[in-house]
């Protein structure tokens, strides 16, 4: 029996669940307690266990730990080991190690955060969060007194998304100054932050942030679904996030954007989508994202409505440009010669003669070139940065034109087709372009320019098919909803766009008042420039 067989082969215990120690309870014995702590987390130098006993508050042992480095140095002596070695503090022998507590935990401690738990597991996780935790004698429970104060990268400009005009700041890899930087622009009591603790062993924080009202009810239950669902032991980078919750696993298309600066994700937001900010990574993701949302720039609305509009539009021809160009290049040369004009086509022939390659190698080779320069550049130190770009340009370029490896034309398709991807403003649908146009290349070398259309029409029909949780990825052109088409290939001015897009699923509200079209009031006269202007008292 095949069915038996294959199930008999998988493992009896999951190994992630195995490898996570069974749940502690906290004993009375204080000593205990600190072996099993030591036992679970080491004797690292970095991990400080400190004894204490205060006649005054009761007698009974204390001890309390924190991990240096993660906590506030200050914070530790001035708000936990100051309080409870103070002689005078109010407490009184004879009173039972319950009262003790009570009194620790609701008077001593000047702290904004204290927190009481029964298990190890909870206080470690705090522990590593930078919380102080302080253990009594005789008691099952202890406190975590919250202390922390890492250190942590200043806000800076974003590096991957920079604009001339607009905000400066970008995320930080600390999710509290992520979900800071998003207060301080939404300034509404609708914004809601839920957080999630996902990862076995890293137990990264993350940061579910929407506008209730505005969010659909219906794509905010599924996110919370699927982040609920995550079962794995680290969650290192936002990435980790977007490919366990994200639709279409077996697309080359992005279904959720990620991006460094807070006014987009407060855009975002404010459109209906639904933001989540990962701990330890400048990059927080938005979700629903559709095909149109990747051509978006923030410094689209920091500027006319009309420039904006012309970059837009250059922006998706860039699109076409750098995944259909190195293919049609290839197929009108290799198949489709008569549709040159013969002045061009002689000169592309002259350049050709003595090439030995055919023009489909000829772009692989180039495209496969620049690629690796360009994975060099990104890995290279600073420094030497710019000598890979002589390299590239200079040595290869000139060099292999020179040798006769590959023609002029080719070198200025690869080069026009590589700035073109660098134009489109999302680097994820760049890069899955970047995949695209190689397919694109190997077809149009087989099958032509018909090979091209129908390939196109087969991506088509993909994109069409695709959902970002549950939004059209194509939406709003298809399906077609016109009056939403304000803000996806031009934007129309703000004065314009009165109603919030029902694009996410979410609720058609009005983003502002009508009629705000600016024009003079009814029965008031500009002044003439030929008529002199009055006169103010104080004027000369």
């Not at 590239?392 to 023609?407: I, K, P, T």
């Amino acid at each position: 029996m095949p069915h038996n067989r294959k199930k008999s082969r998988r493992p009896s215990q999951d190994p992630i669940e195995a490898s996570v120690p069974a749940p502690f309870l906290l004993e009375p014995s204080l000593a205990a307690n600190l072996d099993e702590i030591s036992r679970r987390i080491g004797d690292s130098p970095d991990i400080v266990i400190r004894h204490l006993r205060n006649e005054a508050l009761a007698p009974l042992a204390l001890a309390f730990i924190y991990i240096d480095g993660l906590v506030n140095a200050d914070a530790v002596n001035q708000t936990v080991l100051q309080p409870l070695m103070d002689k005078e503090t109010q407490g009184g022998e004879g009173h039972s190690a319950e009262t003790a507590f009570r009194q620790v935990k609701d008077h001593l401690l000047p702290v904004g955060s204290v927190k009481e738990s029964t298990t190890l597991e909870v206080l470690l996780n705090l522990l590593f969060e930078g919380y102080t935790l302080i253990l009594f004698e005789g008691l099952q429970a202890a406190l975590a007194a919250d202390t922390a104060g890492w250190e942590k990268r200043s806000i800076n400009e974003p590096t991957s998304q920079g604009v001339i005009r607009g905000p400066k700041e970008g995320f930080t890899e600390n999710l509290r100054t992520g979900t800071a930087m998003l207060r301080r622009r939404l300034k509404t009591p609708d914004l809601r932050i839920e957080e999630y603790r996902i990862g076995q062993r890293t137990g990264t924080g993350i940061a579910l942030i929407y506008l209730k009202g505005l969010a659909s009810e219906q794509v905010l239950a599924e996110i919370r679904r699927r982040l609920e669902a995550i079962n794995t032991d680290a969650i290192l980078e936002s990435n980790y996030i977007e490919e366990f919750i994200q639709d279409g696993g077996l697309t080359p298309f992005p279904t959720i954007q990620n991006t460094e600066r807070p006014d987009a994700m407060a855009g975002g937001i404010l459109e209906g989508q639904i933001g989540i900010i990962i701990d330890g990574t400048p990059f927080a993701l938005l979700a629903p994202s559709t095909f149109f949302n990747f051509f978006q720039s923030s410094e689209d609305y920091y500027q006319r409505y009309d420039i904006s509009s012309f970059l837009r539009l250059i922006r998706y021809s860039a699109f076409f440009v750098s995944m259909l160009l190195p293919a049609l290049y290839i197929a009108v040369t290799t198949f489709h010669q008569e549709m040159l004009p013969t002045t061009l086509l002689i000169s592309l022939a002259a350049q050709r003669e003595g090439v030995p390659l055919p023009a489909f190698a000829e772009a692989l080779l180039m495209e496969l070139t620049f690629d690796v320069l360009r994975e060099a550049g990104v890995r290279m130190p600073r420094t030497i940065g710019p000598a890979i770009s002589i390299v590239g340009a200079l040595v290869l370029g000139q060099a292999a034109v020179s040798a006769g490896l590959v023609s002029a034309a080719m070198v200025i398709v690869v080069s026009f087709t590589a700035i073109s991807n660098f134009v489109i403003p999302s680097l994820a649908i760049a890069n899955s372009i970047r995949l695209i146009r190689f397919v694109m290349m190997i077809i149009a070398a087989t099958l032509g320019l018909f090979g091209i259309m129908s390939f196109l029409m087969v991506l088509l029909i993909h994109m069409a098919g695709l959902r970002s949780f549950g939004v059209p990825y194509l939406s709003p052109v298809a399906p077609m909803v016109p009056r939403y088409l304000k803000d996806i290939f031009i934007r129309v001015p703000l004065w314009n766009m009165n109603m919030r897009p029902k694009t996410y699923l979410g609720k058609e509200t009005r983003r502002q008042t009508p009629d705000q079209k600016p024009q003079p009031s009814e029965g008031t006269e500009l002044p003439s420039p030929a008529q002199p202007q009055p006169q103010g008292e104080g004027s000369a």
